[in-house]
């Protein structure tokens, strides 16, 4: 089993900044593959950020390119979402997820370790 707890998130003016963290703990050895996904009220969850374990590479969806950056620190056993030029349309449930294939672009299915979830919300 793998636990994942992400950070407290926040609210933000227009063109602000959030960074979530995720704590992953538990069988963190299995996992190859980390993302970021947000859900909005009466929208279905998607994913915004994927990053293989080892930091090779990541992969971001094209609503969040060039403002969200993924990161981690595996000494920690921590995940990043730093999250700049934020807009209310960013507004969302912000969940962390981990599962034992590698990253792929574009592709968020079969993650089975889910965090708690973590409000990020945007005013304007």
């Known amino acids: 089993q793998v636990q994942l707890v992400e950070s407290e998130g926040g609210s933000v003016q227009v063109g602000g900044s959030l960074r979530l963290s995720c704590a992953a703990s538990g069988y963190t050895h299995r996992v190859g593959c980390m993302g970021w996904f947000r859900q909005a009220p009466g929208k279905e969850r998607e994913g915004v950020a994927l990053i293989d374990k080892d930091g090779s590479t990541n992969y971001l969806d094209s609503s969040v390119k060039g403002r969200f950056t993924i990161s981690q620190d595996n000494a920690k056993n921590t995940l990043y979402l730093q999250m700049n030029s934020l807009k209310p349309e960013d507004t969302a449930m912000y969940y962390c997820?981990?599962?034992?294939?590698?990253?792929?672009?574009?592709?968020?299915?079969?993650?089975?370790?889910w965090g708690q979830g973590t409000q990020v919300t945007v005013s304007s």
């Open positions: 997820a981990a599962r034992s294939l590698r990253c792929y672009a574009g592709v968020y299915a079969g993650f089975a370790y």
